[in-house]
């Protein structure tokens, strides 16, 4: 008995240095296992650029249009002659909303069907209506109709067809936020670290599709300046956005437009008043910045991710008004806001899109003024 009891005792001994190394074997074999790889973000900078008007909590006056009828409000393009808005939205329909402008009764109408996920919308010079479908790519729809402009450039296909603008001369301005990962697994490409977003040019008359820009990070919301003379391009990842000259000196160059932005840039629009208009999905938080910062963190994440459902990280988001020149003028934000992927101004309103939401929010500017520039 003495015996067993010694060799219980000894076994005990060893048994406890390998049950507290057991964790720290097991993290490193699913380090080692895991094909997805990560590498630094370039230029990534966690500062904010200073606003200097923060309208916080705005969720409480957001007033909720053509709630049950719009599950996922992702972009929105405004009608000016018919007080009309288009949407696209998560169950693959293009909307329209009648009765925004002025004030009248809202109505909802199907316009078509894409079969995808409509992602960014916007009316040509003779109100065409044109979106760039995450699974489909650009495409031109009418009333249940659906026509394939492109589905690729350069014998690589989209992998998510995001935003775009249409010029007056009916030449179409789309971003292709990555060439690698679906809508699915868009979080994949932010996590990865690596720039797999293009813009790109189609010409209607020829239906030829070139590539402007490679190497982009997370390429999404596009907007063409009043003059048409140059295009802005939010890059989400680096929590920016750039400016590409279509005319003049500087034409096929790029600048920034705004950067340091106090969130992640999603969808950008024009609204026709000296402002541009950029929905923010997410706030920076701290846990956000480290994400980006490090890439061990974000292969951490994914390895994790396939055991346990991460935590919501994401928070303050909002809209963010921006002047011609590229100077922030007026956040409105929110701590409760997430997931908002773009703001249009209609009249006194500001019209707010969701990746996830049921509604369109709308917020009086008269409450909420933002300074012109």
């Given at each position: 008995?003495?015996?067993?009891?010694?060799?219980?005792?000894?076994?005990?001994?060893?048994?406890?240095?390998?049950?507290?190394?057991?964790?720290?074997?097991?993290?490193?074999?699913?380090?080692?296992?895991?094909?997805?790889?990560?590498?630094?973000?370039?230029?990534?900078?966690?500062?904010?650029?200073?606003?200097?008007?923060?309208?916080?909590?705005?969720?409480?006056?957001?007033?909720?249009?053509?709630?049950?009828?719009?599950?996922?409000?992702?972009?929105?393009?405004?009608?000016?002659?018919?007080?009309?808005?288009?949407?696209?939205?998560?169950?693959?329909?293009?909307?329209?909303?009648?009765?925004?402008?002025?004030?009248?009764?809202?109505?909802?109408?199907?316009?078509?069907?894409?079969?995808?996920?409509?992602?960014?919308?916007?009316?040509?010079?003779?109100?065409?209506?044109?979106?760039?479908?995450?699974?489909?790519?650009?495409?031109?729809?009418?009333?249940?109709?659906?026509?394939?402009?492109?589905?690729?450039?350069?014998?690589?296909?989209?992998?998510?067809?995001?935003?775009?603008?249409?010029?007056?001369?009916?030449?179409?301005?789309?971003?292709?936020?990555?060439?690698?990962?679906?809508?699915?697994?868009?979080?994949?490409?932010?996590?990865?670290?690596?720039?797999?977003?293009?813009?790109?040019?189609?010409?209607?008359?020829?239906?030829?599709?070139?590539?402007?820009?490679?190497?982009?990070?997370?390429?999404?919301g596009l907007a063409l300046s009043p003059n048409q003379?140059?295009?802005?391009?939010?890059?989400?990842?680096?929590?920016?956005?750039?400016?590409?000259?279509?005319?003049?000196?500087?034409?096929?160059?790029?600048?920034?437009?705004?950067?340091?932005?106090?969130?992640?840039?999603?969808?950008?629009?024009?609204?026709?008043?000296?402002?541009?208009?950029?929905?923010?999905?997410?706030?920076?938080?701290?846990?956000?910045?480290?994400?980006?910062?490090?890439?061990?963190?974000?292969?951490?994440?994914?390895?994790?991710?396939?055991?346990?459902?991460?935590?919501?990280?994401?928070?303050?988001?909002?809209?963010?008004?921006?002047?011609?020149?590229?100077?922030?003028?007026?956040?409105?934000?929110?701590?409760?806001?997430?997931?908002?992927?773009?703001?249009?101004?209609?009249?006194?309103?500001?019209?707010?899109?969701?990746?996830?939401?049921?509604?369109?929010?709308?917020?009086?500017?008269?409450?909420?003024?933002?300074?012109?520039?």
């Amino acid at each position: 008995m003495a015996v067993v009891e010694g060799v219980k005792k000894g076994g005990g001994k060893l048994l406890a240095p390998l049950i507290a190394v057991a964790p720290v074997v097991i993290v490193v074999a699913l380090w080692i296992v895991e094909p997805f790889d990560t590498s630094p973000i370039p230029d990534y900078d966690p500062e904010i650029r200073h606003v200097r008007e923060q309208n916080l909590r705005v969720a409480r006056d957001l007033e909720r249009v053509a709630e049950g009828l719009v599950m996922g409000p992702e972009d929105l393009a405004y009608d000016a002659q018919e007080g009309a808005v288009y949407v696209t939205t998560a169950d693959g329909w293009v909307k329209k909303v009648e009765g925004v402008a002025y004030g009248g009764e809202i109505a909802v109408r199907n316009l078509s069907f894409t079969g995808g996920r409509p992602l960014g919308v916007a009316l040509g010079p003779s109100k065409e209506v044109f979106v760039c479908d995450a699974y489909k790519g650009l495409l031109k729809v009418a009333d249940n109709k659906v026509e394939v402009l492109s589905d690729g450039a350069e014998g690589v296909k989209f992998k998510l067809a995001d935003g775009l603008d249409v010029a007056s001369d009916g030449t179409i301005y789309f971003t292709d936020a990555s060439y690698k990962y679906d809508l699915d697994h868009h979080m994949l490409d932010i996590f990865e670290g690596r720039p797999h977003g293009r813009l790109l040019r189609f010409e209607p008359s020829t239906g030829e599709t070139h590539v402007l820009l490679k190497g982009l990070y997370f390429a999404n919301g596009l907007a063409l300046s009043p003059n048409q003379d140059f295009l802005v391009y939010c890059e989400s990842t680096l929590a920016r956005c750039v400016k590409y000259w279509i005319e003049g000196d500087k034409k096929g160059s790029t600048e920034i437009f705004i950067d340091k932005l106090p969130g992640v840039p999603d969808n950008i629009r024009y609204d026709g008043e000296g402002r541009f208009w950029i929905g923010l999905a997410t706030g920076k938080t701290a846990f956000f910045n480290i994400m980006l910062k490090y890439a061990v963190v974000r292969k951490a994440m994914v390895i994790v991710s396939k055991f346990i459902m991460l935590p919501e990280f994401q928070m303050n988001g909002g809209v963010l008004a921006v002047s011609l020149t590229g100077e922030a003028i007026a956040l409105y934000s929110d701590p409760e806001l997430s997931k908002v992927t773009g703001g249009i101004k209609i009249g006194k309103y500001l019209y707010i899109g969701y990746l996830d939401k049921s509604y369109i929010g709308r917020l009086d500017l008269k409450k909420y003024a933002a300074s012109a520039h």
